[in-house]
């Protein structure tokens, strides 16, 4: 390929315009759907209680997911509680009855919660 440049005469040169335009949303630009509705009449409102239909949707399910997450730290609380409350009463009944080496055992737990307590990262939101 050569990189030489052609003359072309004035009579053939031509000047050309581009121009784009973008869009971005859950409807198409009001010029696009004045469009649609000039073909087929009733599109635009049609699209626009699609589009209604849908952001409904969306937040309903995004309310659910909050729910649920909801629910899960709440179980995740109530697991910890327990847990808490059997690694600590459980070794102070083992050392009442005299078995002091099994409580030691015991209290193993308890560390590995303290340090998954604060290490842990929460979510960022």
Known sequence: MSSKKKNV?????????LAVSHYSGPLPDPN???RYEQ????CA????????????HRMIM?????????VLNT?????????ALVTTIGPMFLIYKGYTWTS?????????????????KHKSK
């Open 9 to 17: 005469p004035a009579k053939q040169k031509v000047n050309s315009l």
């Open 45 to 56: 409102e049609r699209l626009i209680t699609l589009v209604e239909k849908q952001s409904q």
């Open 32 to 34: 696009s759907l004045e």
């Open 104 to 120: 030691t055992l015991f209290t193993i737990p308890i560390g590995l919660t303290i340090a998954y307590l604060v290490t842990r």
């Open 39 to 42: 073909i087929v009449p009733g």
């Open 62 to 70: 995004e309310r659910k997911c909050v729910n649920f997450e909801m």
């Open 75 to 83: 179980i995740g609380l109530i697991s910890g509680f327990i847990i």
